[in-house]
């Protein structure tokens, strides 16, 4: 998916209290870094969910500014943050009914000249 990948991550959520409970809501960029992702995502929905277990592999391709181009990015947000809202939106895009099908996982981030979120499912076969 050719974007700029969002920074923010499910984890940035806000708490507040309301009639002496919490209540956690996602702020402003979050709402718009999963509408982002999940507009996104609708161009590749399956046209079946994945029901059996599968290998998610994840290309997070950051803009390289001064970085070269292939350069590892060893800044936040972190691989499993970023894995965490990208399932949550294949989640409620229809990908699978749950994302603990996902046994597999293999993510990386880079600066790139191409900025994008590259992803690749495979399902497991069984033993």
């Not at 982002?36 to 997070?60: C, D, F, N, Q």
Request: hydrophobic share 35%.
């Amino acid at each position: 998916m050719a974007m700029i990948p969002p920074t923010v991550t499910a984890q940035e959520h806000k708490v507040t209290v309301k009639n002496g409970k919490p209540f956690i809501y996602d702020t402003p960029e979050i709402k718009n870094a999963k509408d982002t992702l999940m507009a996104h995502l609708a161009k590749h929905i399956p046209k079946e969910p994945y029901s059996v277990g599968v290998r998610l592999i994840v290309k997070w391709l950051f803009p390289k500014g001064r970085h070269k181009n292939g350069e590892y990015r060893i800044t936040k947000p972190d691989t499993d943050n970023l894995q965490k809202l990208l399932k949550d939106c294949m989640t409620k895009c229809g990908f699978w009914k749950d994302d603990a099908l996902v046994a597999s996982e293999i993510v990386e981030k880079f600066r790139s000249d191409v900025s994008g979120i590259y992803m690749h499912i495979e399902e497991l076969e069984e033993n």
